[in-house]
Structure formats: structure tokens, C-alpha cells
Nanobody, 114 residues
Framework: QVQLAESGGGLVQAGGSLELSCTAS????????MGWYRQVSGRQRELVAD???????NYADSVKGRFTISRDNAKNTVILQMNNLKPEDTAVYYC????????WGQGTQVTVSS
């Protein structure tokens, strides 16, 4: 059974930091591209950052220089370190896996107060 379990969301003041963690099971984690996405109510889910099986990363322009994605294939974990958070980063953040199929976590709320 595929599972993606996110943790680390919460409430933080603008300028603060949060670390999101996603632990995966039930599929061959190391060959999947892993990503973090976010969604605001009424808007489409958007890519925040992803990291492929080779470790290459990709970031949305809005988070470049502030967020860092990393993965640990030994622990089936992908991390999103978020620094200098802004109110516009407020959203539900989802962990996603893409290769032969698309898998999603249930999401974790991140709220940044001004």
C-alpha cells in the first residue's frame, strides 16, 4: 500500500522557517521524482520544488533562494526546508511522487502570519 506521510506544517510569523518532511512507503522511492506542491483554496495546485532520482532539483520562481528540497533514499524521505517565509506562502502543502504513477500525501497546512 502506497503511503506518503507529511509532517512539519504549522503557524509561523513572516520571516520565520519551517521544515516539511515526507516519508514514503509502498513503492520504489529511489527511482521516483519527489516533489512538494501547494494549494490555496479555490486555486490550482502548483509545484513548489521537486527533486529527481539523480538529485537534480527544480524550484518555482517564487521560492528560489528561500526553499531547499532534499531527499534521503535510505530513509525514503524528502524534506522541504522553508526559510524567510512570506504570508503568500500560506497554503496546504502536499508531497507527491511521480514516475510510473502519481502518488500524493494528504497535505499539511502552512500558515504564515504578517
Amino acid at each position: 500500500q502506497v503511503q506518503l506521510a507529511e509532517s512539519g506544517g504549522g503557524l509561523v510569523q513572516a520571516g520565520g522557517s519551517l521544515e516539511l518532511s515526507c516519508t514514503a512507503s509502498g513503492f520504489m522511492f529511489r527511482i521516483y521524482t519527489m516533489g512538494w506542491y501547494r494549494q490555496v483554496s479555490g486555486r490550482q495546485r502548483e509545484l513548489v520544488a521537486d527533486i529527481n532520482s539523480g538529485g537534480a532539483t527544480n524550484y518555482a520562481d517564487s521560492v528560489k533562494g528561500r526553499f531547499t528540497i532534499s531527499r534521503d533514499n535510505a530513509k525514503n524521505t524528502v524534506i522541504l526546508q522553508m526559510n524567510n517565509l512570506k504570508p503568500e506562502d500560506t497554503a496546504v502543502y502536499y508531497c507527491g511522487a511521480q514516475r510510473f504513477a502519481n502518488y500524493w500525501g494528504q497535505g499539511t497546512q502552512v500558515t504564515v502570519s504578517s
